[in-house]
């Protein structure tokens, strides 16, 4: 996956959405607490937020953003699943509209993913949640059992010449066909199929445009080929990206060849640079201001808007390179009505079991059993009413 670093060589950028990197806490420094002292701290809404959940990837591509230096995975027990959910809860409550899923690979954690996708949806109701995926992890059955929690599904590609995407890294030959199949299943199961390319010395020539045209994906955003100390460059790092790296003058005639794509959105390096709010796997944000990747405190221990402040967030960027958009999916009445009945039948179970098993035993007291008889009265009518709406709408 990539991040929207600044370079060490190559005065590009380039971003998968989102990525990060960790660092301890204790080499945090905040721009919060450089300034000022009696300047008013400036408050950062969470509107869109970029979460790599795992580091881990069953990929190697060359120009990789975000190694698998750490196999921490927060979600893995119960515990750090009810952590996850408090701290996405938080961000919520702070102003997060929309949350997107990425890694490493996400899918390498195919059920937390599942379960963080319907908590996402359901129980905090955000407008939208995303997944960015290599998607060649990704089961049909999935997308059937949680394709209605997902509003947009990123999938990397960065060439329709198969052979390319192998000497980048990105598969080992069957990484197109995966790709097709995948735009099928985001068609029957109603979410909005996106494609995301790094443009890099292998791909730079080609001409994607009657494929993209084909699969007629909600955006394609192309990136190009960055270097990161440390990531894919440098003798620390896990990859090489330098034979990979293109000029800006190659980076601009792929997007001249290509101007007539109308969902292409390309993104320049100083539109990336700190124009995203990228969590780690350990739930700090990635400050880039000084041109690597400096962890904030983790909002596991701190409220989020002290952590926020020491994200080196550009907002008026943000909004500038067309990071609102139109990120939920569109949905058609019926598809309402199926999932009202749903909420309301998982609502009308966890009501009895309430109702059955109080504070004062196996029936609960009197108060709790008629509360709950009340409510579960409420979701029996609502559940009725869909009903009905689902039947009008069949009879049509």
């Known amino acids: 996956m990539q991040s ?34 009696d300047s008013e701290p400036t408050t950062v809404v969470p509107r869109s937020v970029n979460w790599h959940y795992t580091r881990k990837c069953n990929y190697s591509c060359k120009f990789c953003f975000h190694t698998a230096k750490s196999s921490f995975f927060l979600p893995e027990t119960e515990e750090g699943m009810m952590e996850s959910k408090e701290c996405l809860r938080r ?34 109701e955000l407008p939208s949640v995303s ?25 990397s590609c960065d060439s329709f010449v198969e052979e390319t995407n192998v000497r980048v890294g990105r598969g080992r030959g069957e990484h197109l066909r995966k790709l097709e199949e995948i735009k099928k299943w985001c068609v029957e199961y109603k979410v909005d199929f996106k494609i995301n390319s790094v443009i890099n010395a292998l791909n730079v020539d080609e001409d994607m445009s009657e494929h993209i045209e084909r699969l007629q994906p909600k955006r394609w955003k192309v990136f190009q080929c960055l270097l990161i100390e440390g990531e894919n460059a440098g003798e620390e790092a896990i990859r090489d990206a330098r034979s990979l790296t293109i000029s800006d003058e190659q980076f601009q005639s792929f997007l ?38 400096k962890p904030s405190a983790s909002i596991r221990d701190v409220e989020v808007e002290v952590a926020l402040r020491q994200a080196g967030f550009d907002a008026e960027m943000f909004v500038k390179r067309g990071g609102v958009y139109d990120w939920t999916k569109q949905r058609d009445i019926e598809d309402l009505g199926e999932d009202m ?25 009197r108060e709790s059993r008629d509360e709950c008889s009340w409510m579960l009265a409420g979701a029996v009518a609502c559940g009725a009413l869909s009903l009905c709406l689902l039947a009008i709408l069949r009879t049509r």
């Open 256 to 293: 001249e060849r290509h101007k007539a794509v109308s969902v292409l959105v390309p993104e320049s390096n100083d539109a990336m640079m700190n124009s995203y709010l990228i969590l780690d796997e350990k739930l700090c944000f990635l400050n880039c201001t000084s041109g690597g990747k």
């Open 4 to 37: 929207p670093m600044s370079p060490v060589s190559v005065p590009s950028t380039q971003s998968k959405d989102l990525e990060d990197v960790k660092l301890p806490h204790e080499e945090l420094r905040s721009d919060a607490s450089t300034s000022e002292p």
């Open 131 to 155: 997944i960015v995926s290599n998607g060649s992890l990704i089961k049909e059955s999935w997308m059937k059992r949680f394709g209605s929690f997902v509003d947009i599904l990123a999938i």
């Open 91 to 124: 961000l919520k409550m702070a102003g997060m509209e929309k949350l997107n899923f990425s890694g490493g690979e996400p899918f390498l954690h195919d059920k937390a993913l599942g379960e963080l996708c319907r908590f996402c949806k359901v129980e905090l």
């Open 341 to 365: 009945m749903d909420v309301k039948t998982q609502t009308a179970g966890t009501l009895v079991k309430k109702m059955y098993k109080g504070p004062r035993g196996v029936l609960g007291d």
